[in-house]
């Protein structure tokens, strides 16, 4: 079985062909970047999307077919796309580009939430089997469970995500885009720790009220590396908090951390530490695969078919900005 994967739920756009193996046989991407000082602009990136969508897909076929003597679509079995959760015009042009194609090669359709494609490519790529995950992204910051056919959120943020609160930051700061490698660097600099809001409240936490007094600390003249070093301390422990809880809670013995914010490396040590003191694993994603990729979600739709979903036809396949993680069947984990 071959299947190729469409992600564009956001900043990035991508397409991979995998097998139902867990192999890897072709893969591309391209991000768009906004203006110096601004955000993702979703239109933007919509337009961003269309106009790489075909390149990013022939760079994927080249690879692929270096791993072939004869290869075309015509071998594809289906087309996995990213439904949701995301930007809605970025969405849209990820499901119109996914139905072109389909339509033109006769081929049928399977539709991936996109934080389910983060677990599952990180599970793939580190060998953790049932773990606790800590989702974290420019979009989302959950920590989720597998239970009972679905993967069950166990804590979120009751507002903005991590991801964004580091990006904001670094954007007022007047620095580049993506924040969170600025904001890693700039906190290994960090001398003095500044107090700031640690907001847990049950097993959900708070960011925004962090980005506001770490803005406000900047405004009055505090060094930029020691309140970047001061929220990454406050907001990094307030993560592994509501983790190391879910595990207590749930019993299980392996932490993953997975999605863009997944490339720190200080999350991952602090992640670590709480996992040895408990006797547990820690794991966390490959960074080439903790950002958005078209792999993750080629491996979700390979999982989906192989555990009897039946693809769609175009004209059945929609998309689903608020498609929580906790909405999507998963068929292929036992009770």
């Not at 796309?81 to 930007?87: D, R």
């Not at 595990?247 to 200080?266: F, P, R, Y």
Request: glycine share 10%; charged share 20%; net charge neutral.
């Amino acid at each position: 079985m071959i299947v190729l994967g469409i992600e564009g739920t956001a900043h990035t756009f991508g397409c991979s062909f995998m097998n139902e193996k867990g192999e890897i046989l072709g893969e591309a991407k391209d991000s768009y970047k906004p203006p110096e000082g601004w955000g993702i602009h979703p239109g933007e990136a919509a337009n961003h999307h269309r106009a790489v969508n075909s390149d990013v897909l022939q760079k994927a076929f080249d690879s692929a077919k270096h791993k072939f003597d004869y290869f075309t679509l015509a071998d594809v079995d289906a087309i996995a796309y990213s439904a949701g959760p995301g930007l809605p015009p970025c969405l849209k042009a990820t499901l119109e580009f996914a139905q072109e194609i389909a339509r033109k090669h006769n081929k049928k359709l399977v539709p991936v939430n996109h934080p389910v494609g983060h677990i599952e490519i990180a599970k793939l790529m580190t060998g953790a089997s049932d773990p606790v995950v800590l989702y974290v992204s420019g979009g989302n910051t959950q920590v989720i469970a597998y239970a009972a056919r679905k993967y069950r959120v166990f804590g979120e943020t009751l507002d903005i995500s991590i991801g964004n609160c580091i990006d904001t930051f670094i954007r007022e700061a007047g620095l580049g885009y993506p924040g969170g490698p600025i904001f890693d660097e700039l906190a290994k600099k960090g001398t003095r720790f500044l107090e700031l809001p640690y907001v847990v409240k049950g097993m959900d936490t708070s960011f925004s009220g962090l980005l506001t007094a770490g803005l406000q600390k900047l405004k009055r003249g505090e060094k930029l590396e020691n309140v970047c070093y001061s929220m990454q301390e406050v907001a990094y422990a307030m993560l592994v908090e509501i983790t190391e809880r879910a595990m207590a809670h749930v019993g299980k013995s392996e932490a993953l951390v997975t999605g863009g914010v997944a490339a720190s490396a200080k999350l991952n040590e602090m992640m670590r530490v709480m996992c040895e003191e408990r006797g547990s694993k820690a794991y966390a994603c490959p960074m080439k695969y903790s950002g958005d990729n078209g792999t993750m979600i080629a491996w979700v739709g390979a999982l989906m078919l192989q555990s009897g979903f039946s693809p769609l036809p175009p004209s059945k396949c929609d998309l689903n900005s608020k498609w929580r993680t906790d909405q999507a069947d998963i068929t292929w984990m036992g009770d």
